[in-house]
């Protein structure tokens, strides 16, 4: 099912609201620039995104940036500025020629440019402003949303201060820095040893495969904004549903002992709590009957918080809040699980990687970045692993409204030298710090497959010591150390999971990689995916496939969440729920919603002879060669031994061990009564390992070759199926096992062509 929104542009252009002056500042780049050689020559175009075409010099970006601590007044400072390349040794230029369109990154397309940046050139910004009249008396604080890599910072002509790091937010009061003419200037020198040990995620030099085209520069807004002498600068707000508070911090530059804050807690515009604290400590705000946040119920609290010095105000702002809980607790049968406010609750999620094919990192509007969340929600995913990268506060603002929970990934680096390891620290915890206000975000992932992982047993404790309230993932995939709150494992086309541990939920970190680039809508003419699709018809029954036997292992093996990659394609990675340019929904909607939202394969298949997931189920077998007649309904098993599926050995993965086998083959036989049902559409359903032969009254039914890791759909060959009947019918079967794990389940279900509308509610 093709859902488009809107034809699809490819160009090597920018958007047609950019292009007229774009064209005129190419040229100019021409003539004053060096030439450097075009590493997407081999890239048949840029793809835009409809979005883009809302894009233009005076409204870029032009949402407040910090919804988590809002004044009224501030100035956006995106939109044209000048700016210049030269040698990292070179002195600042004193005339600028070219203009970029800030926040885009110089290599996207929507910034006018599209250029690399390399590690031996300095990317210089210009940007000329007037600080408005009113607000004389007050300081003026210039903000950064992120700047990719090292940012160096000049208000008219005088150093102001620098910062490193591509992904967290930083401030200079440039109060004493400014003229009041109505003429300041700003000059930002920036450096991005993209492919550096410093964290930079998904981004390289090189773009291919899973890497992809880097960002450089100033990517997030830039803006101004006044505050008194004394002023309120962080937050920290916490929630705690067990005791019915929020917990709550006030930072402010002073230590004047007068001080203290006035925090008012509104909910659908009525009071509902009231506290004054001091500043620069903890103090509480009780929150009595607390109404609870949750992706089916995003309820957000809205505050206002005052600070006074005596009775005098001195600063307010606003911000909003969410009550929830995540945490471990323990099912029925013991299996450690997550849950949140105190409810079990299987994640269903997409990978996201946060890239756009228009402008790189950075989303060409807020109604764009709103959208990929809301696209989620559609297909029935309750959960986001944000992937090596760190959003702008806005993305996380509409999780925390629309109602998505967020792992967040901090941004891998190489982290080869002691330098680089305390720069990947002072991000972790920025990242931390910035972002910890979110109730959405339920998880810190540490590490990626082991991308520069060391001292994972260190940072763990320290991680949980800074935040208790949130779970913590030492690493996604390969290189777990025991530690912390998650074993994940990642599994390609998968599903798999790791048996729950007492002290850990088991989760699948990625899977899937269902792979189709739609003519049209592709980054290059080239796409791969981790399995190939042949048409989107093949697209949707796999994932389908694999999204019920991820209900399997939740309801049968204990599995607490599981990540489908991804929410898009990105460049030639072709594994989208959607394409890059996020005009064509790849799997129907309709049908991920309701399929996502399933406790277990039950619900879409109808049970005509049970397996072991379903109860306990008795065979007859033998592990002694018993002929050739051994699977004809006439045959006489008398001497058989009887024992209740599943047969196999305890180590081998996502299996429902009753009885033990360990020898090199085993014979099953059983009967089983069928009543008046249409059985034309019938299935086995087999977990085998390894060579499978089942027999149903006597014909071949299936021959299974190798192995699988989960409960799989099997197709019954039309003369077998023929033979199904009311009434009493005889199934046989036999596995043969060369090495390693070995098991052998069978049982016959009818799949359901759609599962029901809100299955697993």
């Known amino acids: 099912m093709r859902l488009v929104f809107g034809p699809p542009t490819r160009s090597f252009r920018p958007p047609p609201t950019l292009r007229r002056w774009s064209i005129l500042l190419g040229l100019t780049a021409a003539l004053t620039q060096p030439a450097r050689p075009d590493t997407n020559a081999t890239a048949p175009g840029f793809l835009m995104t409809r979005w883009a075409a809302e894009v233009s010099p005076s409204n870029a970006l032009p949402a407040y940036p910090r919804p988590q601590l809002v004044r009224p007044d501030w100035l956006n400072l995106n939109g044209l500025w000048d700016y210049s390349l030269s040698t990292n040794t070179a002195p600042a230029p004193t005339i600028f020629f070219n203009q970029i369109l800030v926040p885009f990154p110089i290599e996207s397309a929507l910034s006018g440019v599209m250029q690399r940046l390399d590690e031996n050139s300095t990317l210089w910004y210009c940007r000329h402003f007037a600080v408005p009249p009113a607000w004389a008396g007050q ?5 950064f949303g992120a700047v990719d890599w090292q940012a160096r910072v000049s208000i008219n002509g005088r150093p102001v201060g620098e910062h490193r790091g591509g992904y967290d937010g930083f401030s200079f009061d440039i109060t004493d820095y400014l003229r009041w003419n109505g003429q ?6 920036v450096e991005d040893p993209t492919d550096g040990d410093q964290p930079h995620g998904k981004q390289s030099s090189k773009s291919e495969n899973i890497f992809y085209t880097p960002t450089s520069g100033i990517w997030q807004t830039v803006w101004l904004e006044p505050v008194s002498p004394m002023c309120i600068d962080e937050l920290r707000l916490v929630p705690d549903v067990d005791n019915n508070a929020l ?3 006030v930072a402010a530059g002073s230590l004047r002992k007068s001080l203290a804050v006035e925090v008012v807690a509104r909910a659908t515009n009525s009071e509902i709590a009231r506290v004054i604290g001091p500043v620069n400590r903890d103090f509480s705000l009780p929150i009595p009957a607390p109404h609870l946040w949750s992706p089916e119920d995003p309820f957000l609290y809205d505050l206002k918080i005052t600070l006074k010095d005596g009775d005098r105000v001195v600063d307010s702002v606003t911000s909003y809040f969410g009550m929830r809980k995540i945490a471990l607790l323990k099912d029925e049968e013991g299996k450690t699980r997550m849950a949140l406010n105190g409810r079990l609750t299987f994640q269903m999620g997409a990978l996201d990687q946060g890239f756009w094919p228009d402008g790189i990192y950075t989303a060409p509007t807020d109604e764009a970045l ?15 692993r944000k992937h090596v990268k760190v959003e702008p506060d806005r993305w996380y603002y509409w999780c925390d409204k629309l109602g998505l929970l967020v792992w967040q990934d901090m941004p891998s680096g190489n982290n080869s030298a002691p330098e680089s390891r305390l720069q990947f620290e002072t991000e972790l915890q920025q990242m931390l710090e910035g972002r910890g206000n ?23 404790a320290w991680l949980k010591a800074f935040d208790p309230t949130r779970l913590v993932d030492n690493a996604s995939g390969w290189t777990d150390k025991r530690v912390g709150d998650l074993v994940d494992i990642h599994s390609y086309p998968g599903p798999e999971t790791p048996p729950p541990e007492p002290d850990r939920a088991a989760v699948l970190g990625e899977f899937g990689g269902l792979g189709l680039g739609l003519p049209g809508h592709t980054w290059t003419s080239q796409s791969w995916g981790y399995q190939p699709m ?23 093996f204990g599995l607490s969440a599981a990540v489908y990659t991804q929410t898009t394609d990105v460049e030639t990675e072709c594994n989208g729920l959607m394409t890059y340019d ?14 996502n939202l399933g406790e277990n394969q039950g619900n879409y298949a109808q049970i005509i002879m049970p397996s072991a997931l379903n109860q306990r189920v008795m065979w007859k077998y033998t592990i002694e060669n018993p002929g050739d007649q051994w699977f004809k309904p006439e045959f006489t098993a008398t001497n058989w031994s009887e024992g209740i599926a599943g047969f196999g050995t305890p180590e081998t993965p996502n299996i429902k061990l009753a009885t033990k086998w360990n020898t090199a083959d085993i014979w099953l036989r059983r009967e089983f009564t069928l009543g008046p049902t249409d059985v034309s559409h019938a299935a086995l359903l087999v977990h085998h390992d390894e060579d499978a032969e089942i027999y149903l009254n006597g014909v071949l039914a299936a021959k299974l070759p190798g192995y699988d890791t989960i409960y799989m759909e099997q197709k019954i060959n039309p003369d077998a199926l023929a033979t199904l009947k009311p009434g009493v019918n005889h199934i046989a079967v036999h596995c043969h096992q060369t090495g390693g794990g070995q098991y052998i389940d069978v049982g016959i279900v009818i799949p359901q062509a759609n599962p029901p509308a809100g299955a697993g509610k």
Do not use: C
Request: hydrophobic share 45%.
């Open 370 to 384: 709103r959208f990929d969340i809301e696209a989620l929600k559609r297909m029935g995913f309750n959960l986001a």
């Open 184 to 189: 300041e200037e700003m000059v930002v020198a």
């Open 438 to 460: 979110h109730p959405s975000i339920i998880v810190w992932v540490l590490f990626n497959e082991g991308w520069g992982q060391y001292d994972t047993e260190r940072l763990v």
């Open 139 to 143: 300081r003026v604080r210039l903000h």
């Open 247 to 249: 917990h709550i911090k």
């Open 582 to 595: 996020r005009a064509v929904f790849k799997l129907d909607p309709v049908m991920t919603f309701a399929v």
């Open 534 to 556: 042949t048409n989107l018809d093949n697209l949707n029954l796999h994932y389908r496939q694999l999204a019920m036997r991820v209900h399997t292992l939740n309801y049968s």
